[in-house]
């Protein structure tokens, strides 16, 4: 039976703790709907995040920091107004809903991931593209239905635009903001990754989450293979000799692979325990760790100063069918010092199997104010920091076999300035080149 939408809805903006939202016109038995719940939160890391309690007899798909996403298949008697979805927190609220019918009342849910990004100190020094991103997924099932949610954290009016390739089905622009679109599948395909930019962010919170739903009576679809993805990602600078990396606001999960990066001119002088260094190099310090379940949701780093230093963080997780789970394959670091717009660029390499994510790190080692050229084509960008010390994280999925090499020039205000660049391959299953023991591989 083929999916299509009932109605949507949208529930009222309002300044508490409660939100509440109608079920869409018409939804009826058989019908599954899903909701989605956001609050503001404007200082996502190191404000206090509200707990969240999403409303009785709905199946929780996200529930962590200011959003909660849920779905329930209608049955007789249930409420159709009314839906509340509570919090500790009396802040400024928005929720929209769509109803499909034709969706498998048993089990809806193909997969999902989301994919929460925020930039830390109320985004004052920390700056990354304005968008929110619902990461690829690999469908199990013939004939679904894609379902995109996007939001943003700020309580004035901002805008999400629509991404090529997605139908709009519903969108507040109050504040938060917060819209719906969807597509629909036809096999196991991967849905590739959907950006929604956002004009007019007032805050530092931008989420995304994509919903494949599945279709009743579906038929299994011809399995693509798994691929590495970016489910979660923070960045920023701070004039303190410890970062603490708040990896329950990141939504992570069993068998992550937490990938820590930061540029300064301080050394790492203790890990967090169970994290690898890649690269010790200035500009580009580089920690790995498959993160397990009951693993600390907030190591710490302790740095050999306090000046100031840029960081990032990214969680790396599996989407599709694979042995061996989210591992480093290998890792290059290169250097280039000038007194007047250094030029560094990332070495190539080969990676050890198909769909590895290709990581690409720029840095600089002074804290010397300065920017950023643009990045060789190709690279997305997960931050771009343009104050001292200067920061560039992106990635490529799948990477090249080779993967080229990408470039970046950092202008500086004054002084001789020294940057790195790092080129990380990770993939599914077993890594490929070994580092030494050292943990880093320099190129020259």
Known sequence: MAISVRATSTGASANATTGTI????????????????FQTMTNYNTGTVPTMTPPTGWTVLYNFGSSVVCYRAFQGGDPSTGITCTSTATN????????????DTTTPIDCFAANPRFAGSGGTFAILPLLCRAPSLNPNYNNSRLLCIFSEGGSAGTTIALPSGLTAQV???????LRMADKVLTDGTPTGTFDATVTGAKANLFFGMSIVVKASGAAAATLASAQPTVCGFCNDELNTSTVTL???RLNVQNNDLVV??????????????GY??????????IYTHPWLTGDTTAPVFTFSAGSFKAWAVALIRQTGVGSGGVNQDQIAVTTATATSNPTTTTTTQTPAGANDLLLVVFGSSTTIAGTWSAVTAGLTDE????????????WVLPAASPTGTFSATWTASSGSVALASAAQLIRIGTGGATPPASGFLFAA
């Open 22 to 37: 109608s079920l869409p016109a018409g939804t009826t038995t058989g019908d599954v709907t899903f909701i989605a719940y």
């Open 92 to 103: 400024w609220w928005e929720s929209v809903a769509i109803t499909y019918s034709g969706a």
């Open 171 to 177: 969108n507040t622009a109050v504040g938060p903001a």
């Open 246 to 248: 708040l990896l329950d």
């Open 260 to 273: 820590f990066a930061a540029s300064g001119p301080d050394t790492v002088t203790s890990p967090p325990s």
């Open 276 to 285: 690898t260094q890649q690269s010790s190099q200035l500009g580009a310090i």
């Open 383 to 394: 931050v771009i920091n343009p104050s001292g010390p200067g920061l560039r994280f992106g």
